[in-house]
């Protein structure tokens, strides 16, 4: 193994529900091997900033259960450029630090996977983001507790659809992926999911409508992923109003409501495997990787490509979807 003696820890981009359990994870995880472990603040504008603080185990304590991230987030645009990086080098051998622990989305595997080029520096990367829309994982942690939110929030809505006999389009967060939209559709028993996986092939909408989804209903609940491809809740709701008038349509937009809570046991126990994998990973010389669970097994997904773009979304699910909304 490289000469690691000390890991610095960082969430970065998006926070997302179950950050906290991987904090605390790589944490124990890491002093539990004999590390030395710092955490910093503000994602990779913390390591600019040398906002930096050595992590003991009780630092961690007590934070299993909170969403959000004990070591906040920020966006950075000073570590995308060759300067920003090398001062962040510089930095962090200042405090003696020698591998890093990411957690965070596709942009901050990115950075990693530049900078751990950049400098030969040894980075684990832990996938956090609620849009699960990193290869070579199931599931990104805060997924599962988003998903389960949508579900809860669709649930009242139903309450008030039915009452009205309304559509109701609810858009919810992705960025450029549908399983957001899609499974929570599936678990709140919705008619259809609006993705960007399907956006560009044909009109979902217009192929709703000629379906005749609502015939034999009194209310109609259609989730849309928050996309320029798809368009968006409002867009669509505004064709509806012009191209199908008769449809009473609404829209809702459940927004940063999907981000936060307290993490399900699903996500606290996925993070808690995935950072007590970094250490392991560490110790078994890995390095540009990202943790991640596949078939119930932990692997080590390149950064290359795990930040691929357009993760697939399988049919089977599409198929369910379309079956169970007659
Ligand atoms: P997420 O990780 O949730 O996808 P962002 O895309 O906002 O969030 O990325 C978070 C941070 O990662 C950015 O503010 C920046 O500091 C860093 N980052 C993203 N892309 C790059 C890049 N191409 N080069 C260097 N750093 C990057």
Do not use: W
């Not at 962090?92 to 520096?121: M, P, Q, W, Y």
Request: net charge neutral; charged share 20%; proline share 3%.
């Amino acid at each position: 193994m490289a000469d690691i003696k000390c890991i610095g820890i960082l969430t970065s981009g998006g926070d997302a529900p179950g950050m906290n359990a991987a904090i605390r994870a790589v944490t124990r995880s890491a002093i539990f091997n004999g590390f030395k472990v710092k955490g910093i603040y503000r994602g990779y504008r913390g390591i600019m900033t040398n906002e930096i603080v050595e992590f003991k185990t009780q630092n961690v304590s007590n934070i299993i259960q909170m969403g959000g991230t004990i070591l906040k987030t920020a966006r950075c645009k000073e570590f995308m450029t060759p300067e920003g990086r090398q001062q962040a080098y510089e930095n962090l051998k200042a405090h003696g630090i020698d591998a890093l622990v990411v957690i965070g989305g596709d942009g901050s595997l990115t950075g990693a996977r530049i900078f751990a080029n950049e400098f030969n520096f040894p980075i684990i990367g832990l996938p956090g983001t609620i849009d699960n829309d990193l290869h070579g994982t199931d599931s990104t942690i805060g997924y599962d507790t988003a998903l389960n939110t949508i579900m809860e929030c669709i649930d009242k809505i139903r309450d008030t659809a039915t009452s009205h006999e309304r559509l109701f389009f609810i858009e919810v967060m992705g960025r450029d992926a549908g399983f957001l939209a899609l499974n929570g559709a599936i678990a709140a028993g919705a008619e259809a999911a609006i993705i960007p996986e399907i956006s560009t092939q044909v009109d979902q909408l217009a192929e709703l409508i000629q379906n005749g989804f609502r015939k034999s209903k009194n209310s109609s609940i259609v989730l849309v992923a928050e996309s320029p491809v798809t368009g968006g809740a409002m867009a669509l709701a505004e064709r509806v109003k012009n191209e199908y008038p008769g449809y009473d349509v609404r829209v809702s937009i459940l927004g940063h409501l999907q981000r936060g809570g307290s993490p399900t046991a699903f996500d606290r126990i996925l993070a808690s495997r995935m950072g007590a994998a970094a250490i392991d990973a560490l110790l078994d010389d890995q390095r540009n990787v990202m943790i991640g669970i596949s078939n119930d097994e932990i692997v080590y997904v390149p950064f290359a490509k795990a930040i691929k773009k357009d993760k697939p979304i399988k049919s089977e699910l599409l198929n369910t979807l379309h079956r169970l909304s007659i």
